[in-house]
């Protein structure tokens, strides 16, 4: 059982990895300053783990604060030791990820996603704390040459949010390369996060229209939405939409807890894992297999294609199969149902009473 501090942990994939994580026995410390999550979130984690308020206390708790306030980030490692229960590890999820945001807010990615990351990485230092799960990402592959991709493609981002995360992996890797290097890292690479906890008590819930395909179809079939559109039908693919390969968050989660175990069981090392399923789905594919899920149609326009989009991106997984003993579980039938039980339970995500 570890201390561990999770930045980012109200947010989507942070949140489902915190009911892992408390389900193992582990204390969590989650550091998130809610920018793009709801603490009621966590208190959803909470009664998901079957923490009482006494055990809640210690097993659970959350501070509001920036990532890249570094007085802040040293009084939290300062006072975590002198209450005789220091950090052990941290899964640092905090950070930005709208590719088109990043693109108008070049600034504000780097300042988040790096700098937050350097703060963070200074404090665990001074602290002695050297054991760290990233949040990285496969849109580090860019448009891949070819697939399945493994993770010694070419590093070739083609936004600021990419560049971004590869500049996180790079002082990753120096910090490894260090003479002094104590540190035990892993980069995890996740290829399309979806679904939702099966309970339907905590899910994706983004600001505003969403970007991305999955919650945007949700709230189609939920009737938030009118329709969907699907962006582009002549791709070079069996249906002409794109492909991807959705992951189940709570795979993902799982594969988390896999890295950690690994990490906190073996000497210094620096591990770089995709976490994919290694099935591509099309557009239409993920529309028709919610529809089942559902029982609603998905009303769709094809319009035309998206600036930034690969035809297809599929991970070999074969490494962290290898690494971790860890492979997802659940298909995009799960995938679909359980996104739905999220998504028809609280139709305005956390600011229904659910
Ligand atoms: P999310 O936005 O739901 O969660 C991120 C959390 O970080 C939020 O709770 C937010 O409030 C918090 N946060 C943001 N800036 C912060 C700051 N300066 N200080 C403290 N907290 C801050 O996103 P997610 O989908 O859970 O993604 C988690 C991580 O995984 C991110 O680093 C993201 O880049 C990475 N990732 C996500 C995807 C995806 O498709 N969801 C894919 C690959 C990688
Ligand atoms: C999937 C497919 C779209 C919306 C993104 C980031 C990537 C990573 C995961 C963080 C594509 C199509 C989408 C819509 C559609 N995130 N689509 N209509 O672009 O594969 O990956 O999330 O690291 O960096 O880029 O995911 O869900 O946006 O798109 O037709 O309204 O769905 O064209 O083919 P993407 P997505």
Not at 25 to 37: A, E, I, K, R, T
Not at 130 to 148: D, K, N, Q, W
Not at 213 to 232: D, T
Not at 263 to 283: I, K
Request: glycine residues 8%; negative net charge; charged residues 20%.
């Amino acid at each position: 059982m570890a201390r561990l501090l999770i930045t980012g942990g109200a947010g989507f994939i942070g949140s489902h990895t915190c009911v892992v994580l408390l389900q193992a026995g582990h204390n969590l410390l989650v550091l998130d300053d809610f920018s793009n999550s709801t603490p009621l979130a966590l208190k959803r984690v909470s009664a998901l783990a079957q923490l009482d308020s006494q055990s809640s206390q210690v097993r659970l708790q959350v501070r509001r604060g920036d990532i890249r306030d570094q007085a802040y980030l040293d009084a939290l490692f300062s006072k975590a030791a002198s209450e005789g229960a220091p950090i052990d590890a941290v899964i640092h999820f905090a950070g930005l990820k709208a590719v088109g945001e990043s693109v108008r807010e070049p600034l504000h990615y780097w300042d988040v996603n790096l700098t937050g990351s350097r703060c963070l990485l200074d404090a665990m230092n001074a602290h002695g704390c050297h054991t760290l799960v990233f949040s990285s990402s496969a849109t580090l592959y860019g448009y891949p040459e070819r697939v399945p991709i493994p993770e010694t493609a070419p590093i070739q981002p083609i936004n600021p949010y990419g560049h971004s995360k590869a500049a996180v992996e790079q002082l990753l890797q120096d910090l490894a390369a260090s003479a002094a290097n104590q540190w035990r890292i892993a980069c995890l690479r996740y290829f399309n996060p979806v679904g939702a906890h099966p309970s339907g008590k905590i899910g994706e819930d983004p600001l505003g229209t969403p970007n991305n395909l999955f919650p945007f179809l949700s709230q189609v079939a939920v009737g938030r939405r009118e329709s969907l559109q699907v962006f582009g039908g002549d791709w070079p693919t069996s249906d002409g939409t794109c492909i991807r390969d959705y992951i189940h968050v709570m795979d993902l989660a799982e594969g988390h807890q896999a890295a950690l175990d690994c990490l906190l069981a073996e000497p210094t090392q620096l591990l770089t894992l995709n976490l994919g399923s290694g099935q591509g789905a099309s557009v239409l594919e993920v529309v028709h297999a919610f529809e089942r899920a559902s029982g609603r149609q998905v009303p769709y326009d094809l319009v035309a294609r998206r600036d930034g989009d690969a035809a297809i991106t599929v991970a070999d997984p074969a490494l962290a199969l290898q690494r971790l003993g860890w492979q997802t579980q659940r298909d995009l039938d799960d995938i679909c149902r359980d996104g739905w039980a999220w998504q028809s339970a609280n139709p305005a995500g956390y600011n229904d009473p659910g």
